[in-house]
């Protein structure tokens, strides 16, 4: 017995047409007895049966406070169950800006679960919640006949809501009908079924479909606790799949075993581009299988290992593969044990990067792996004779000043790289100066990101150099003699297009310096200047540089102390401004006295399409 509530009324001849000849319908949603929604974590099936005690139809009293010419308990109801009527429902429930859907001559508000008239907005009534017969039986009986499960509609559901399944329970018993309804669809190409509780008997029932599919491109089964034995029933289907190009099965408990089945299946599939094992427990033994079918394989592009306790063993293993192996172009090994020592294994191809990736602050430790300055000497080393590599991340590293001279040092040969991602590695005041050298011969590096380190008065500026576009330096410890050392170079600078200088200790008299130099710079575009010491003054300033400047187009000001009074001011230089596109004023103790001044602002203002006003005291 499963929970339900029926969505649509029968309102119109024409809306039963609509319907009557429907086999299976998309117009339910899951939601619990008293008609909330359970978007998040709709109910396990063994507690759903708990919650109703027989199997006829009920239905709940509804509020009072719904509108008069709500419907009566004689006229018509009914409803259609199906999985694609969740996949809709879901979807617009978690998205705030898609909440109504529009039926005949009516709106259905999943939120306020009432259906309003297009004709006459006070006409409404209300979505009854009901128990219902539980799909779950339905899907077992055509299970059971091998008849197919319908999603004739499949494009339009995947139109409106493409691979939104993810985190809606479905069982081994609703993956069995969606493989068997796999066999013989045509257009389906994206399945994701994150989330849910397919295990391995769904697991197995997939990998049979995708023996016999021929459209489908992309299955994700990320969390879904197929273990090694629904692994390897997938291994057995790339066998003979030729057009699955992704596969992420992160999360799902599989070892070395399940890598070694994947790895003989990569030695003869000729069509899969992306696999993810992130997550799992392949350990060193899976990392050695996975590197022995990359010695072979000449398909696959990108390959995440994250999270497997991979170490250096396995790092070596995969190392002495792409020494062969020259298609893959994305290896991720973060949150692993790679060490110096593993470190320097690693040949740079275009697949190293991701040893640490930005993902939240609660996982940054997680994130980190242990290359420090020796492995920084080994890649250093590797990246004088590459000519592929374009993109460097050593993200939260412990590579230090010593470090950075190593790899400053290949930056004064390397002819590729374009992008170098130093974030958070301790990097010093004469860190900094060394790579401004290495940067005065390099004309390539374009994007340069050393945010969280040490750098001040000095080896801020020597950063300007004539090439780099994009430039980083938030959070580290530029004062007021920095900036106005960094105001020097600018004058002189020609390229840089983007300049982060969030949470340094960049002082009024700094932001003031800063806008006349901006006045004069031709090509900057976006400046970040939140969590400074900066107030309204300096923000008009900067605001009024636009009338100068003309290619300033994104401003970032949140955390610094504008306030009522400045945002005022602000309202009446942007109705005036031209060219500015974006502006942040998140976290600046604005209330509803400054807000009210900016509507008006905003009638004159053609060129904003982007404001914050986010964590404000703003309650008009």
């Known amino acids: 017995m499963g929970v339900g509530v029926t969505l649509f009324p029968i309102l119109t001849p024409s809306f039963v047409d609509s319907v009557a000849d429907t086999d299976a319908g998309y117009h339910e949603t899951f939601c619990s007895t008293d008609g909330t929604s359970q978007t998040d974590h709709p109910p396990f099936e063994d507690d759903v049966r708990t919650s109703t005690n027989d199997h006829s139809t009920s239905r709940d009293e509804q509020s009072d406070n719904l509108n008069a010419s709500s419907m009566n308990e004689n006229e018509g109801w009914t409803s259609y169950s199906d999985i694609e009527s969740q996949i809709i429902d879901e979807t617009f429930k978690k998205n705030s800006k898609t909440i109504r859907v529009q039926l005949d001559d009516w709106w259905i508000d999943l939120e306020k679960l009432i259906a309003i008239s297009k004709h006459d907005s006070n006409k409404q009534m209300p979505i009854k919640p009901k128990t219902i017969q539980s799909q779950q039986q339905r899907l077992t009986q ?3 006949r091998k008849k197919p499960y319908d999603i004739s ?6 139109q409106a809501a493409d691979g939104i399944l993810t985190g809606n329970q479905i069982s081994a018993t609703g993956a069995k009908a969606l493989a068997n309804t796999l066999k013989v669809n045509q257009t389906l190409t994206t399945l994701d079924l994150t ?5 391995v008997e769904g697991a197995k029932a997939l990998a049979d479909a995708l023996k016999i599919n021929h459209t489908l491109n992309t299955l994700v089964l990320k969390s879904n606790q197929v273990f090694d034995e629904g692994a390897e029933a997938l ?3 790339l066998k003979i799949n030729q057009t699955l190009i992704t596969l992420d099965i992160a999360s799902n408990h599989i070892s070395e075993d399940g890598a070694q089945a994947l790895t003989n299946a990569l030695k003869v599939n000729e069509t899969l581009t992306s696999l993810s094992i992130s997550c799992n427990e392949i350990c060193d033994k899976g990392a050695v299988a996975l590197a022995d079918a990359s010695e072979v394989n000449q398909t696959l592009t990108s390959l995440e290992l994250t999270g497997n306790r991979i170490s250096a063993e396995g ?6 593969a792409l020494k062969i192996n020259h298609t893959l172009i994305t290896l991720d090994l973060g949150i692993n044990r790679i060490c110096a020592k593993a470190a320097e294994a690693i040949p740079i191809s275009p697949i190293f990067g991701h040893h640490g990736i930005e993902t939240s602050a609660e996982g940054v430790e997680a994130l980190w792996n242990e ?3 020796k492995g920084a000497e080994a890649l250093a080393d590797a990246l004088k ?7 460097l991340d050593l993200w939260a590293n412990r590579i230090y000043d010593n470090g950075l001279v190593a790899l400053t040092d290949a930056l004064n040969v390397n002819l590729t790289l374009t992008t170098l991602n130093l974030w958070g590695n301790k990097i010093s005041e004469e860190g900094a100066k060394i790579l401004a050298i290495a940067l005065k011969v390099n004309h390539n590096l374009t994007t340069l990101n050393l945010e969280k380190n040490a750098i001040s008065t000095e080896g801020a500026p020597a950063l300007v150099n004539r090439t780099v576009t994009v430039l980083n330096l938030g959070e580290n410890e530029i004062s007021m003699e920095g900036t106005e050392a960094l105001v020097d170079a600018l004058k002189l600078n020609k390229t840089l297009t983007n300049l982060d200088l969030q949470g340094n200790r960049i002082s009024p008299e700094g932001a003031i310096v800063l806008a006349d130099a901006i006045k004069v710079h031709e090509v900057l575009a976006t400046l970040n200047l939140s969590s400074n010491p900066i107030s309204i003054k300096q923000v008009e300033e900067l605001l009024d540089v636009s009338k100068e400047n003309h290619t300033i187009t994104n401003v970032n000001h949140d955390e610094n102390e504008i306030a009522d009074d400045g945002l005022i001011a602000l309202a009446q230089a942007l109705a005036v401004n031209r060219t500015l596109t974006s502006l942040d004023l998140s976290f600046n103790n604005i209330s509803d006295k400054g ?3 900016f509507p008006e602002a905003l009638k004159h203002n053609r060129t904003l399409t982007s404001f914050n006003l986010s964590y404000d005291q703003i309650y008009c």
Do not use: G, W
Request: charged share 15%.
């Open 142 to 144: 055509e299970s059971e």
């Open 153 to 158: 509609s499949s494009d339009i559901v995947q």
């Open 195 to 199: 989330y849910n509780h397919i295990s």
């Open 235 to 237: 291994a057995a289907a």
């Open 315 to 320: 790092a070596k293993a995969l190392a002495d």
């Open 371 to 373: 290359i420090s300055i």
């Open 385 to 391: 004779v590459n000519q592929t590599l374009n993109t």
């Open 595 to 597: 807000a009210y001044a």
